[in-house]
Structures are given as C-alpha cells and as structure tokens.
C-alpha cells in the first residue's frame, strides 16, 4: 500500500506561480517538443519535465533509470502562453 511517506514534493518547481510559466519551462517545452514530438504544457507537465530534467542532471534520479512520467495532458494551456512559447523559435 502506498502512503504519502512514500514520495518526494518538490514544489521548488512552481516558479512564479500556479498557470505562470518561467522561461527554463517554455525552453523544455521547445526541446521535448522538438526531440521527442511531446507537447507539454507550462501549467503542470512542462514543470514536472523541468523537474525531473533538472533532478537527473543534478544525480538525484540516475541516467538510465526507469521513471515513469504521466502526462496528464494540458494541451489547451499551449495557447495562453503562446507568444512566450514562440519566442526564440526559428
């Protein structure tokens, strides 16, 4: 049986708040988008993503490890933050 003492929250991930993306989310929705056609979001998925890219860089999650990601979709959120997302796209 699973339990909260089971998981880690790392709310450090936020940024500025709840639907406010921060630059470091829109370019990991580029790259993810670009290298594996996965459309995250700057809500929820595309910190959670920032997150775990960060995590493994750091050595908290090790390369080659199995993660599951559940994308829970936020797909609509794309477009209210769009001009940010397009920023620096070529």
Partial sequence: ML?????DVLDT???P????GYPKVFETIRMVARE?????DPVYTGK???GLMDQVEKGH????????????GGGPNLFA???QLI???S
């Fill in 61 to 72: 999650v090790s390369q080659g490890s199995s993660v599951v990601f559940l994308h829970s």
């Fill in 81 to 83: 933050q769009s001009e």
């Fill in 36 to 40: 594996e056609a996965i459309l995250l």
């Fill in 48 to 50: 959670c993503m920032t």
């Fill in 87 to 89: 920023e620096g796209v």
């Fill in 3 to 7: 339990e909260a003492a089971d998981f």
């Fill in 17 to 20: 708040g709840y639907g406010k």
């Fill in 13 to 15: 991930y936020v940024g």
